[in-house]
């Protein structure tokens, strides 16, 4: 059974940073493209980020993120990771990881992130 644990969360001050881990068991990590989500309460979730499998490994970003978030991949580990740098309030959610498109049965518990002064 495919699980997705994230953690590294936490609190962190306006223009601060913070590096999410998702740890991934099973076959699923190296052959599909991995991308982090976040969720606030009262809305839907929503898609921040892509690493695509591969030896490019390529990447994508909301226009929200862009030159802020960092995506990347640790396929020997089973890793995905999200460096996020220059945090804004608004950046305040849960964050989960999954594959692109997202699969019902891989959402995790996430990882609150909450950036305030």
């Known amino acids: 059974q495919v699980q997705l644990v994230e953690s590294g969360g936490g609190l962190v001050q306006p223009g601060g940073s913070l590096r999410l881990s998702c740890a991934a068991s099973?076959?699923?990590?190296?052959?599909?493209?991995m991308a982090w989500y976040r969720q606030t309460p009262g809305k839907q979730r929503e898609w921040v980020a892509t690493?695509?499998?591969?030896?490019?490994?390529?990447?994508s970003y909301a226009s929200s993120v862009k030159d802020r978030f960092t995506i990347s991949r640790d396929n020997t580990k089973n890793t995905v990771y999200l460096q996020m740098n220059s945090l804004k309030p608004e950046d305040t959610a849960v964050y989960y990881c999954?594959?692109?498109?997202?699969?019902?049965?891989?959402w995790g518990q996430g990882t609150q992130v909450t950036v305030s002064s």
């Open positions: 999954n594959t692109l498109p997202p699969d019902g049965r891989y």
């Open positions: 690493i695509f499998s591969g030896s490019s490994s390529s990447t």
């Open positions: 099973g076959s699923i990590f190296s052959a599909y493209a």
